[in-house]
T-cell receptor, first 112, second 115 residues
Framework: AQTVTQSQPEMSVQEAETVTLSCTYDTSENNYYLFWYKQPPSRQMILVIRQEAYKQQNATENRFSVNFQKAAKSFSLKISDSQLGDTAMYFC?????????FGTGTSLTVIP | KAGVTQTPRYLIKTRGQQVTLSCSPI?????VSWYQQTPGQGLQFLFEYFSETQRNKGNFPGRFSGRQFSNSRSEMNVSTLELGDSALYLC??????????????FGPGTRLTVL
């Protein structure tokens, strides 16, 4: 069975600071992909960043980067220079077997 | 290009009733996936439809069913509603079948409340 665990239900960060959201996963599959999605309040969910498990290099998208530790099955998201628009629910997701498995989410609030 | 649309946006039903939710994917997208989002469980996969065929199904009871039409629009039906079915139901479309290189685009969701 595949599982995705986000152990931080809520987090806050001061504007312009850096915050890291944690995610651990479990799968017995060798071929899988990891994603972070963002769901702003009352707005649609959008893809933030994706990581291929076979790539050792951590993915980066502007202010967003991941720390992918394959052996530890850990996939954390770092947001640098946090902005008010980063306030949202963040979901970690695992894709394997052509199906997505999502964590329970971390609600991030950026404080002005 | 218009995004994924879902109707209705809000719905209130009573236990035992049935409900049908609709999802219109982005033009040109042939895959539609449905998810149930609840505060305690996060997003849970319901099913994926591709070219009018159910391609994949999550671990939900048979009360949850769906279909996809030739124009790729999809409907989800829940029969004999239970209180625990109260949730935000999201649909997501992608150009082809769900895979690592076909990004999913999510709709705004339908908020279902069962009284």
């Amino acid at each position: 069975a595949q599982t995705v665990t986000q152990s931080q239900p809520e987090m806050s960060v001061q504007e312009a600071e850096t915050v890291t959201l944690s995610c651990t996963y479990d799968t017995s599959e060798n071929n899988y992909y990891l994603f972070w999605y963002k769901q702003p309040p009352s707005r649609q969910m959008i893809l933030v960043i994706r990581q291929e498990a076979y790539k050792q290099q951590n993915a980066t998208e502007n202010r967003f980067s991941v720390n992918f530790q394959k052996a530890a099955k850990s996939f954390s998201l770092k947001i640098s220079d946090s902005q008010l628009g980063d306030t949202a629910m963040y979901f970690c997701a695992l894709l394997t077997g052509n199906q997505f498995y999502f964590g329970t989410g971390t609600s991030l609030t950026v404080i002005p | 290009k218009a995004g994924v649309t879902q109707t209705p946006r809000y719905l209130i039903k009573t236990r035992g009733q049935q409900v049908t939710l609709s999802c219109s994917p982005i033009s040109g997208h042939r895959s539609v996936s449905w998810y149930q989002q609840t505060p305690g469980q996060g997003l849970q996969f319901l099913f994926e439809y591709f070219s009018e065929t159910q391609r994949n199904k999550g671990n939900f009871p048979g009360r949850f069913s769906g279909r996809q039409f030739s124009n790729s629009r999809s409907e989800m039906n829940v029969s004999t509603l239970e209180l625990g079915d109260s949730a935000l139901y999201l649909c997501a479309s992608s150009r082809e079948q769900v895979s690592s290189y076909n990004e999913q685009f999510f709709g705004p969701g339908t908020r279902l409340t069962v009284l």
